[in-house]
């Protein structure tokens, strides 16, 4: 839906190129609460006018998403902090339950949405100024529009959990927009359309709840990192002079840091000091991969 526009990407690469991926994923959160404030204003004043159920529970999902925002700028800030006494490995986990949470608030967004159709198949209203709600809903869509794009920018450059959660937040949004517009055109004809709309944004964002809950249990899990990335490390660790084989490689993530750990074999001839000089050598390549990871390297003689 969202497709990637050249000469878009490459602006924003010109804009944002100084800027770390923490500091980009703050960015893109703030972004999202200014958006989502100015949506629940807009939606509220068209509710009042339309008094259309799916409006509402338009504009009950943009206060949720002005709300995770909020939270995701702050989890954003304290997942940065470094490690202390208390927390030896830092604090990036704080993005997994981030997450998390964000699935938790969808999915009482979604039962929301459930109890305002049923509403309506029990005692649906008419739609009043239609007109009015679509101008509105195509206002709402365009500016959910460059949110969303900016986001799934931030998400694939910074890999922040957060980041993508806030995006299925949004990307929702936009979907609920749609769906709107379309209720609001067509509700003339087919009172019931409001009912029908509600009921499959509900579907909709649940699905997302999912996604959002699947992507939180894996950061807090431990997954390894996807098989192509550790193709790539693989590749860089063999590219290093002196590595005869690959014993162990263990990957992670945390929030946008990533965690790389190996057992590599070296001529048995070796020096020690000649060791540990390949191993420092494969942590600076696999260093250069990523932005923010920590790498731990091993090198035994075979």
């Given at each position: 839906m969202f497709f990637q526009i050249g000469v878009?990407?490459?602006?924003?690469?010109?804009?944002?190129?100084?800027?770390?991926?923490?500091?980009?994923?703050?960015?893109?959160?703030?972004l999202g609460v200014i958006t989502s404030v100015f949506l629940v204003v807009l939606k509220l004043i068209a509710w009042f006018i339309t008094d259309s159920i799916s409006m509402r529970a338009s504009m009950n999902d943009s206060i949720?998403?002005?709300?995770?925002?909020?939270?995701?700028?702050?989890?954003?800030?304290?997942?940065?902090?470094?490690?202390?006494?208390?927390h030896n490995y830092g604090h990036e986990k704080v993005e997994?339950?981030?997450?998390?949470?964000?699935?938790?608030?969808?999915?009482?967004?979604?039962?929301?949405?459930?109890?305002?159709?049923?509403?309506?198949?029990?005692?649906?209203?008419?739609?009043?100024?239609?007109?009015?709600?679509?101008?509105?809903?195509?206002?709402?869509?365009?500016a959910v529009y460059q949110l969303v794009y900016f986001q799934k920018y931030v998400a694939q450059k910074a890999g922040s959990a957060i980041v993508k959660g806030d995006c299925l937040h949004y990307l929702s949004d936009f979907l609920v927009n749609i769906c709107i517009i379309t209720s609001l055109m067509v509700a003339t004809y087919f009172p019931y359309i409001d009912l029908l709309c509600g009921t499959t944004v509900g579907c909709y964002v649940l699905y997302s709840a999912y996604l959002i809950l699947k992507s939180a249990i894996m950061d807090l899990m431990d997954e390894a990192l996807s098989e192509e990335i550790q193709v790539k490390i693989r590749d860089k660790i063999k590219s290093v002079d002196g590595v005869e084989e690959i014993k162990i490689l263990?990957?992670?993530?945390?929030?946008?840091?990533?965690?790389?750990?190996?057992?590599v074999a070296v001529n048995g001839t070796v020096a020690l000091i000649q060791a540990d000089m390949i191993a420092q050598a494969i942590e600076n390549e696999v260093r250069e991969m990523f932005e923010n990871v920590d790498v731990i390297i091993k090198a035994e003689p075979c």
């Amino acid at each position: 839906m969202f497709f990637q526009i050249g000469v878009l990407d490459s602006a924003l690469d010109k804009c944002f190129k100084n800027y770390s991926n923490t500091e980009l994923a703050k960015k893109s959160v703030i972004l999202g609460v200014i958006t989502s404030v100015f949506l629940v204003v807009l939606k509220l004043i068209a509710w009042f006018i339309t008094d259309s159920i799916s409006m509402r529970a338009s504009m009950n999902d943009s206060i949720l998403d002005a709300l995770t925002s909020f939270l995701a700028y702050h989890a954003i800030r304290f997942s940065s902090v470094s490690f202390d006494k208390g927390h030896n490995y830092g604090h990036e986990k704080v993005e997994g339950l981030m997450a998390l949470f964000q699935s938790l608030l969808v999915i009482y967004s979604v039962a929301m949405i459930f109890v305002e159709a049923y509403e309506a198949f029990v005692d649906p209203k008419p739609i009043l100024n239609s007109r009015v709600g679509i101008i509105v809903m195509i206002i709402s869509c365009c500016a959910v529009y460059q949110l969303v794009y900016f986001q799934k920018y931030v998400a694939q450059k910074a890999g922040s959990a957060i980041v993508k959660g806030d995006c299925l937040h949004y990307l929702s949004d936009f979907l609920v927009n749609i769906c709107i517009i379309t209720s609001l055109m067509v509700a003339t004809y087919f009172p019931y359309i409001d009912l029908l709309c509600g009921t499959t944004v509900g579907c909709y964002v649940l699905y997302s709840a999912y996604l959002i809950l699947k992507s939180a249990i894996m950061d807090l899990m431990d997954e390894a990192l996807s098989e192509e990335i550790q193709v790539k490390i693989r590749d860089k660790i063999k590219s290093v002079d002196g590595v005869e084989e690959i014993k162990i490689l263990k990957t992670r993530s945390a929030g946008m840091k990533k965690y790389v750990e190996s057992r590599v074999a070296v001529n048995g001839t070796v020096a020690l000091i000649q060791a540990d000089m390949i191993a420092q050598a494969i942590e600076n390549e696999v260093r250069e991969m990523f932005e923010n990871v920590d790498v731990i390297i091993k090198a035994e003689p075979c």
